[in-house]
């Protein structure tokens, strides 16, 4: 259970600093932003099998990130680097979900508050904090229940990546991971249990 809560407060807050400031780049007016919003939301719409899959590639010890960082560094098997590894695959697999989420809160601001806020000599920081984040605060309350809810339930990233273990063998193990195996221990005990039919 210590695993699915570290999951969560660790994945959900990078998603959230990191979702608010794609909103941001999403909500600004440039040329090309309609392509840039639907790159940054191709990672969320891959399935979760296929993005394990993806990124066991990538942190094999032999594999792209390992060659790019010029270390050894066992991802999938090591204690603490299963755990990083799950974390990087979930932020960059849902990030785009919680981005979705805040552009929409964001697109409700009007243009004429920051303005207000300019002609009152407020530093771009200080609209952040006093216009941004309180007007976005109910869709940013949304995004993050959303979140805490899905990882709290996180089975399929950790299971394909590594093994539902890592490290001593528990590392990456989650409670969906502990209720699926107690199911299928349970499904083994009673066909273990079952009497042969007699012919």
Known sequence: MGNTFFFTVVTVAFETAIGVWMAIIMNRNFKGRALVRAAILVPWAIPTAVTAKLWYFIFDANGVLNHVLGQQILWT????????????????????????????????????VYEAGKMDGASTFQRFVLITLPLIKPALMVAILFRVLDALRMYDLPAILTGGGGGSGNATTTLSILVVEQIRQGFNSASACRPSPSW
């Not at 204690?79 to 974390?87: G, P, Q, T």
């Open 77 to 112: 098997s090591g204690e603490w680097a299963s755990r990083w590894a799950v974390i990087i695959a979930d932020t960059w697999k849902t990030t785009p979900f919680m981005a979705l989420l805040i552009l929409a809160g964001l697109q409700l601001i009007p243009e004429e």
